[in-house]
């Protein structure tokens, strides 16, 4: 599930909890709550994140596996991806031959 944690997502949540950490000298109770809410809003999103790339790509496997086809782009280049055209399922990866793409980058191939 956390082969989907993406970098930027990870330093945004080590600064805004050193922000916090910062911040937290001050004495002021309605910060402390105010703190305390972002603190714990910076720790949920990262989460709710992985937690819905993980699902879609739960979905595009049981796609894979039901025999459907996938349309999979990975920068400028774009897959149809298919256990028929020789793809196959690696935890949550797509393989064949060199090519590696990650299951919760595809969609329904019309």
Same mark, same amino acid.
């Given at each position: 599930?956390?082969?989907?944690?993406?970098?930027?997502?990870?330093? =945004?949540?080590?600064?805004?909890?050193? !922000?916090?950490?910062? /911040?937290?000298?001050? *004495?002021?109770?309605?910060?402390?709550?105010?703190? *305390?809410?972002?603190? /714990?809003? =910076?720790?949920?999103?990262?989460? /709710?994140?992985?937690?819905?790339?993980?699902?879609? =790509?739960?979905?595009?496997?049981?796609?894979? &596996?039901?025999?459907?086809?996938? &349309?999979?782009?990975?920068?400028?280049?774009?897959?149809?991806?298919?256990?028929?055209?020789?793809?196959?399922?690696?935890?949550?990866?797509?393989? &064949?031959?060199? !090519?590696?793409?990650? =299951?919760?980058?595809?969609?329904?191939?019309?």
């Amino acid at each position: 599930m956390f082969d989907y944690l993406d970098q930027e997502t990870i330093v =945004a949540f080590i600064l805004l909890t050193l !922000v916090i950490g910062l /911040l937290r000298s001050t *004495r002021e109770s309605n910060i402390n709550w105010d703190l *305390r809410f972002l603190l /714990l809003f =910076a720790i949920s999103v990262p989460f /709710l994140s992985v937690y819905e790339q993980n699902s879609i =790509a739960l979905e595009n496997i049981q796609s894979i &596996k039901n025999g459907n086809n996938l &349309k999979c782009v990975v920068g400028l280049n774009s897959y149809r991806v298919s256990t028929k055209d020789g793809w196959s399922i690696d935890k949550n990866y797509f393989i &064949k031959e060199s !090519v590696l793409i990650r =299951a919760d980058m595809c969609e329904d191939y019309e």
